[in-house]
T-cell receptor, first 114, second 114 residues
Framework: DGGITQSPKYLFRKEGQNVTLSCEQNLNHDAMYWYRQDPGQGLRLIYYSQIVNDFQKGDIAEGYSVSREKKESFPLTVTSAQKNPTAFYLC?????????????FGPGTRLTVL | GDSVTQMEGPVTLSEEAFLTINCTYTATGYPSLFWYVQYPGEGLQLLLKATKADDKGSNKGFEATYRKETTSFHLEKGSVQVSDSAVYFCALRMNSGGYQKVTFGIGTKLQVIP
């Protein structure tokens, strides 16, 4: 079954902790993305990666870090520098970055700071 | 910069009513346009898309036509069902420094009552 998996579905973090959200895909897509979703604000791009070992900051990268060591994996770390991390995090992939390659989304991870 | 405007809602309709969710956009070029749907606690699913002016995207009874003259991509359905209750996101995709950036609207919540 081809798709995008995100884990865990729910994550709780204490103040000052770093946490890592997993995103895995078996679609053989080159590009992967991380978005943050907050009520009334739509989706905002955190980081994206067009190829392995390369990634770029999106609109709200401060307090986050990523890696792209394998084509199928794009983990997101929420660091203690992120002041308001409680949100719904969505990973997406696309088969290319040109033309009409639409983005496909995973099921999301809801992060709550205690 | 590029932007997408849609009402936040909620839009409340009775079952079998006609649905219109307005979406207008601002872009410096000719974007591809998308509608995504999000059910509670899940990721976004691509509903339909249009890649050039006058194209009509359609899926599951939903339709939207790319109108360049009015910079709009309104979502319509002739007869909604309770199962259509979800949040609907309009999005555009434009080239931005060699990367096809997706800009999302804030999402419109649809509630269909029996």
């Amino acid at each position: 079954d081809g798709g995008i998996t995100q884990s865990p579905k729910y994550l709780f973090r204490k103040e000052g902790q770093n946490v890592t959200l997993s995103c895995e895909q078996n679609l053989n897509h080159d590009a992967m993305y991380w978005y943050r979703q907050d009520p009334g604000q739509g989706l905002r791009l955190i980081y994206y990666s067009q190829i392995v070992n390369d990634f770029q900051k999106g609109d709200i990268a401060e307090g986050y870090s990523v890696s792209r060591e394998k084509k199928e994996s794009f983990p997101l770390t929420v660091t203690s520098a992120q002041k308001n991390p409680t949100a719904f995090y969505l990973c997406a992939t696309s088969s290319g970055t040109s033309g009409s390659h639409e983005q496909l989304f995973g099921p999301g991870t809801r992060l709550t700071v205690l | 910069g590029d932007s997408v405007t849609q009402m936040e809602g909620p839009v409340t309709l009775s079952e079998e009513a006609f649905l219109t969710i307005n979406c207008t956009y601002t872009a410096t070029g000719y974007p591809s346009l998308f509608w995504y749907v999000q059910y509670p606690g899940e990721g976004l699913q691509l509903l339909l898309k249009a890649t050039k002016a006058d194209d009509k995207g359609s899926n599951k009874g939903f339709e939207a036509t790319y109108r360049k003259e009015t910079t709009s991509f309104h979502l319509e359905k002739g007869s909604v069902q309770v199962s259509d209750s979800a949040v609907y996101f309009c999005a555009l995709r434009m080239n931005s420094g060699g990367y096809q950036k997706v800009t999302f609207g804030i999402g419109t919540k649809l509630q269909v009552i029996p």
